[in-house]
T-cell receptor
Framework: DAGITQSPRYKITETGRQVTLMCHQT?????MFWYRQDLGHGLRLIYY???????DKGEVPDGYVVSRSKTENFPLTLESATRSQTSVYFC?????????FGPGTRLTVL | QKEVEQDPGPLSVPEGAIVSLNCTYS??????FMWYRQYSRKGPELLMY??SSGNKEDGRFTAQVDKSSKYISLFIRDSQPSDSATYLC??????????????WGLGTSLAVNP
């Protein structure tokens, strides 16, 4: 199916565990983005990527790691999850300034 | 003060009303302006995309950009209950290089009552 998908859609984990959120797009967009969305803070950019092997920090990168070995995939890893990382995570992709969003992953860190 | 300000609402209107949603911004270098719609527990969906100033119309939706006032608007005509959602504005400068970061408003919650 064309578009952008995220997995898992829901995840519950414990403090200190490593968690990886997956993002896959079929449009061959150059740019990919990871956001978190929290009440009162809106959408905040974590990391973004301009192409395979090119990534850069966003507004709130601490505690997160990204990689992009293939154009279509942009996984986000929480190296040691903390309660403050409980949030809804959105992946997006785009070619210019427009961004197209995935359905989100709802992550709870206990 | 945030670069982009958006009244969070909630805004409640009767079905059929004309809805006006607005964002103000402080950075005069912004050139790209977008409106997204986000239904509850879903990802944001791009509604309107405007470059520089002027109006853009798409069906019941009209986007306006007033760069002199640093003010953008989204108008929804003949509003429907299915328009009930949070509306987010986003904008960007014209960046050289790889920067495609958007600056986001916090969103306005809209309820259209049948």
């Amino acid at each position: 199916d064309a578009g952008i998908t995220q997995s898992p859609r829901y995840k519950i984990t414990e403090t200190g565990r490593q968690v990886t959120l997956m993002c896959h797009q079929t449009w061959s967009h150059s740019y990919m983005f990871w956001y978190r969305q929290d009440l009162g803070h809106g959408l905040r950019l974590i990391y973004y990527s301009a192409a395979a092997d090119i990534t850069d920090k966003g507004e709130v990168p601490d505690g997160y790691v990204v990689s992009r070995s293939k154009t279509e995939n942009f996984p986000l890893t929480l190296e040691s999850a903390t309660r403050s990382q409980t949030s809804v995570y959105f992946c997006a992709s785009g070619q210019g300034y427009e961004q197209f969003f995935g359905p989100g992953t709802r992550l709870t860190v206990l | 003060q945030k670069e982009v300000e958006q009244d969070p609402g909630p805004l409640s209107v009767p079905e059929g009303a004309i809805v006006s949603l607005n964002c103000t911004y402080s950075n005069s270098a912004f050139q790209y302006f977008m409106w997204y719609r986000q239904y509850s527990r879903k990802g944001p969906e791009l509604l309107m995309y405007t470059y520089s100033s002027g109006n853009k119309e798409d069906g019941r939706f009209t986007a306006q950009v007033d760069k002199s006032s640093k003010y953008i608007s989204l108008f929804i005509r003949d509003s429907q209950p299915s328009d009930s959602a949070t509306y987010l504005c986003a904008m960007s400068e014209a960046h050289a290089g790889n920067n495609r970061k958007l600056i986001w408003g916090l969103g306005t919650s809209l309820a259209v009552n049948p």
